[in-house]
């Protein structure tokens, strides 16, 4: 099975421009294509895995990636899929979160001669002279057609800025740039890319006369229709020092069972056939499933060594056996501790496992809060220096584990 063909079977591809074409390019590594990431916090994030997988996959293959970080892009924000303006950031920061993107990608795209290239649309686009941008590119682009783009459409209630209504130039003006810079002949983003990645080749064709192609992958999500990704702390990071290894490993591991398969076929790089063999097994074997899943996807991002930690250290939390020692822990100072010990709220709050103490009186009220295996039955329960010295287990709901110790 060729690489296109591999993409429609694990479910990656959304929509095409023109696919015999896609289908030749990248079926015999002739594609030089570019995916582009905004850098909008200083990690990357879930939202980010199916692309980063995408690139390596495709570079497998012999097509030639180009990573393009928006430092020019990112001073404006991309309207798809907000229903608010996102906050502008600083140049600093800016600069930061691209070093920060560079660094984690590593680990999945092979950088180097005739190999993948990294590259920053800031280079280029905040170099332009705005009367000329009009002239040789605005002319380029109805605004008719610009309002009925599903980009821009869901915003138009609310209101739009024309400070993000010339995001798409901007993309559009990046594929054309790397066009007739690098040779770039595709993109490839998320579904909700879609109308600014048509700009991009209709601009290419109007400027130049080139073909030029596009593909999006199929958005990530769950069962329910919602985005996979979040937690009730917020994204899952490929920082670890955001997200650990072991919060990384236990979010795939509690995804729900419909979502199980989807997410192996389409994250992790499981020979398809063995995928086929696991869609047989009895749904006895669910559980098996997930540890599949959430060990091959933290072993992608943090290794194969903190993936074997993570999952002893979630065998630890459901039998009672083997190495917790990978578990997310609050050491707390000594002196900040009063002689009788701390309440479970104080202490849940001290871990950062709530946004404020209402919020945690109204989950022990509710039963969803565990103190080394036994359900907290009081909000005024206090747990004692003497047990915090040998280290507690905390359990919030049925997904989120810490550790507290004093140090």
């Keep these: 099975m060729q690489i296109y063909e591999e993409l429609q079977a694990r479910g990656l591809i959304a929509q095409v421009t023109d696919e015999k074409e896609i289908r030749e390019l990248i079926n015999n590594g002739g594609a030089r294509f570019y995916i582009g990431f905004d850098p909008t916090a200083d990690s990357l994030h879930v939202g980010h895995f199916m692309a980063l997988c995408l690139m390596k996959r495709l570079q497998m293959a012999g097509n030639k990636p180009i990573v393009l970080l928006g430092g020019g892009t990112g001073m404006v924000g991309d309207p798809s899929g907000r229903t608010d303006m996102r906050p502008m950031m600083t140049p600093d920061i800016i600069r930061h979160n691209c ?67 010339n995001y798409m130039i901007m993309q559009a003006y990046d594929f054309l740039h790397l066009h007739e810079t690098l040779g770039c002949n595709m993109q490839f983003g998320g579904d909700d890319q879609w109308s600014n990645m048509l700009a991009g080749t209709e601009l ?90 959430a060990w091959e996807l933290t072993a992608l991002v943090h290794g194969k060594e903190e993936a074997d930690k993570a999952k002893e250290a979630s065998r630890a939390l459901f039998s009672g ?60 329960e206090i747990v004692s220096c003497e047990r915090l010295a040998g280290g507690v287990k905390i359990r919030k709901g049925k997904k989120v584990f810490h550790r507290a110790v004093i140090g």
């Design 99 to 165: 070093e920060c993107f560079k660094k984690q990608m590593e680990r999945f795209i092979e950088f180097g001669e005739d190999k993948a290239v990294i590259v920053n649309n800031g280079d280029w686009l905040l170099d332009l002279k705005y009367v000329d941008l009009l002239r040789e590119v605005g002319a380029h682009f109805s605004v008719n057609n610009m309002l009925r783009a599903e980009c821009y459409k869901q915003r138009m209630e609310r209101g739009l800025s024309f400070f993000e209504f």
């Design 204 to 293: 290419i064709r109007r400027k130049l006369g080139d073909d030029a192609y596009a593909m999006t992958i199929t958005l990530l999500m769950n069962s329910e229709g919602k985005k996979m990704g979040k937690t009730a702390k917020g994204a899952v990071w490929l920082d670890p020092a955001k997200t650990s290894p072991f919060e990384f490993y236990q979010y795939w591991r509690n995804v729900d069972d419909a979502d199980v398969m989807k997410c192996i076929r389409m994250l992790t790089f499981v020979p398809l056939e063995t995928i086929a063999e696991m869609d047989k097994w009895e749904d006895s074997r669910i559980n098996e499933k997930k540890d599949i899943l």
């Design 321 to 380: 056996e083997g190495d917790d020692s990978s578990m997310p822990t609050t050491t707390l100072s000594a002196a900040d501790v009063p002689a009788e010990g701390l309440s479970v709220i104080d202490l849940m709050i001290a871990c950062g496992l709530g946004k404020s103490k209402g919020e945690i009186r109204r989950l022990i009220q509710q039963g969803g809060v565990t103190v080394d295996g036994a359900k907290v039955e009081s909000i005024d």
